[in-house]
């Protein structure tokens, strides 16, 4: 980021803010904000300001993202032990899917199911979902936009990805969502980008979506 001759010190902040809006965010577009008082902010520049700030926040959670893979490992780390059954001598093996993942609930006081989604969404944004990782390290869009992604993808044909064949098929499939839910999400709602994401799955995977309308249809009940 080059400001040329602009002096960021003796700049007002409307005239800083005005040069940061468009900026690909960094430490040093963080590091201005926090310089900025934000209480003799205008109405329009208190708008300016969060506008940047989002794009910041944004950049900081890609990070933080990036940093869950070498926590958690790119692929998941399954353990199994014996114990023993009490009051008797039957034996019982334990297998943990994902041995991380409670390290890392533990460390960061989540939910293990909040820390698994964490893991889970990493791991799409470091390969499938490689395209909407890095439009939020430049903050083109928000955690929760990157979170309807992520939803839509797990609801993709192959999201298992047991076996070659069936991670080609969700890496393609995933191409073609991203391809097609991006646009919206770069410009639009969270509300706007799950709409888009629905209409795309349904043209992916018609038969997948009607298979699941029935499932959640057999589940439903009140008591």
């Not at 904000?33 to 910041?56: K, N, P």
């Not at 890392?104 to 909040?114: E, G, V």
Request: charge should be negative.
């Amino acid at each position: 980021m080059d400001f040329g001759s602009f002096d960021l010190f003796n700049a007002a902040p409307g005239e800083v803010l005005g040069l940061l809006v468009d900026v690909e965010p960094s430490a040093m577009v963080m590091s201005m904000l926090c310089s900025i008082d934000r209480s003799r902010l205008s109405d329009t520049e208190a708008v300016s300001y969060l506008q940047v700030h989002q794009r910041v926040a944004a950049w900081w959670a890609a990070i933080g993202l990036d940093a869950v893979l070498p926590a958690a490992s790119a692929e998941p780390l399954i353990d199994e032990f014996t114990v023993l059954v009490p009051d008797s001598e039957e034996e019982r093996t334990i297998r943990i899917a994902d041995v991380r993942r409670e390290e890392l609930a533990c460390a960061l006081r989540l939910p293990a199911a909040s820390a698994q989604q964490r893991i889970d969404t990493a791991r799409l944004l470091a390969g499938p979902l490689a395209a909407t990782g890095e439009a939020l390290a430049v903050g083109d869009v928000t955690e929760r936009h990157v979170a309807v992604v992520v939803e839509a993808a797990g609801r993709l044909p192959g999201r298992w990805m047991r076996d070659p064949q069936e991670t080609e098929i969700f890496t393609t499939a995933c191409q073609e969502l991203q391809r097609r839910v991006l646009p919206t999400a770069c410009r639009g709602t969270v509300a706007q980008t799950r709409a888009q994401a629905r209409r795309v799955l349904l043209a992916i995977d018609a038969a997948g979506e009607a298979r699941r309308r029935r499932e959640a249809r057999c589940t439903r009940d009140v008591y």
